[in-house]
């Protein structure tokens, strides 16, 4: 099976960066929608920031101006830069890649997720 990864978490102090990676083992993003999730402990789980396959971006407003989502140009490789950490950004962080499949009443999205990566400000 087709299997995503997620590093680079850690522990940082607030204020500090740290710069997640997403990596596809058999196959390229290329015409994935993708992006990071996080999940507090005892929180739902919440969008952080996407990147859809026509290069479109879009944030949470809680990081909007502090994280950045990009990727490499063979379309292998999802990062977060993450900086002005706060203890409030402390989750687990998920990279999900999607893409539509079928057609008509029978399209459905394929998600692929990864295990996380844990991420922990200190204040």
């Known amino acids: 099976e087709e299997q995503i990864m997620e590093s680079g978490g850690g522990s940082v102090q607030a204020g500090g960066s740290l710069k997640l990676t997403c990596t596809a083992s058999?196959?390229?993003?290329?015409?994935?929608?993708v992006g990071w999730y996080r999940q507090a402990e005892g929180n739902e789980c919440e969008m952080v920031a996407t990147?859809?396959?026509?290069?479109?971006?879009s944030y949470a407003d809680s990081v909007k101006g502090r994280f950045t989502i990009s990727q490499d140009s063979p379309k292998s490789t999802l990062y977060l830069q993450m900086n002005s950490l706060k203890a409030e950004d402390t989750a687990m962080y998920y990279c999900?890649?999607?893409?539509?499949?079928?057609?008509?009443?029978?399209?459905?999205?394929?998600?692929?997720w990864g295990p996380g990566t844990q991420v922990t400000v200190s204040s």
């Open positions: 058999t196959f390229s993003f290329e015409r994935y929608d």
């Open positions: 999900k890649a999607t893409r539509r499949l079928g057609l008509g009443a029978c399209a459905y999205d394929d998600q692929r």
């Open positions: 990147l859809n396959n026509h290069g479109r971006t």
